[in-house]
Nanobody, 121 residues
Framework: QVQLVESGGGLVQGGGSLSLSCVAS????????MGWYRQAPGKQRELVAT???????NYADSVKGRFTISRDNAKKMVYLQMNSLKPEDTAVYYC???????????????WGQGTQVTVSS
């Protein structure tokens, strides 16, 4: 059974920093793109940042220049460094990964359970 487990959320003052981590576990043949999404109360889940297995990253305009996504393929981990946090960054942050369980399987997306990030003004 594949699992994605996030950690590192919490409460921080505006202008502060937080770092999120996500680790994939289970029997995994390969991991493609990994990413972070967030969902604020009453809003749809939105993309924050993604990174390919080769290290190419993509960011939402709202976080460009403030957030940095990275990954460690050997450890099956993805990270999100969040700097200059704003109250509007408050949301539940979810890890996502495209995972192939076997060489002959099709990749599919998996989600973590989410971690709360709260930024006070």
């Amino acid at each position: 059974q594949v699992q994605l487990v996030e950690s590192g959320g919490g409460l921080v003052q505006g202008g502060g920093s937080l770092s999120l981590s996500c680790v994939a576990s289970g029997i995994i043949f390969s991991i493609g793109a990994m990413g972070w999404y967030r969902q604020a109360p009453g809003k749809q889940r939105e993309l924050v940042a993604t990174i390919t297995s080769g290290g190419n990253s993509n960011y939402a305009d709202s976080v460009k220049g403030r957030f940095t996504i990275s990954r460690d393929n050997a450890k099956k981990m993805v990270y999100l460094q969040m700097n200059s946090l704003k109250p509007e960054d408050t949301a539940v942050y979810y890890c996502n990964a495209e995972i192939q369980l076997r060489s002959f399987y099709t990749s599919r997306g998996y989600w973590g359970q989410g971690t709360q990030v709260t930024v006070s003004s």
